[in-house]
């Protein structure tokens, strides 16, 4: 039988943790670089995004206890954090899985979203029986 490439603690962490791939990403290039600071700027411009948007990411990856603002005077950039050992040790699972199988884990976390937004439009959908 073959084994999936997606360990359950793994898969359990990407479909609670991982809202989307450009955040995974961004995620990953921070735990790739853990003494750099890193603003909007600089992230948007390593992912290929907005200013905006990355701003929006970094702050994700703050609220989730992945990243922190650093100290001042840096303290509009932001640094590689998880709020424990046991996160980080997840965090670099899913770095290695992610390298090894990142069409599996973008599938994974894809699927997450269409079944949000598949929930979303059916909440709104008018039924002709109604």
Known sequence: MNRPPIPE???????????????????????????????????AG???TSERTAQGLLDELCRAGMAKTCPAPQEHCYCYAPGSDALRERI???????????????????????????QFADAFRLRKDS
């Not at 989307?20 to 735990?31: C, D, G, N, Y």
């Open 46 to 48: 390593r992912l290929y």
């Open 92 to 118: 670099d699972g899913l770095a290695d899985l992610y390298a090894r199988h990142l069409v599996d884990v973008t599938n994974l976390i894809h699927s997450t979203l269409d079944r949000k937004a598949q």
């Open 9 to 43: 603690d793994l898969r359990r962490f990407i479909l609670t943790s991982i809202p989307s791939v450009p955040f995974l990403e961004a995620l990953l290039l921070m735990r790739a670089a853990p003494a750099q600071q890193w603003s909007g700027a600089m992230l």
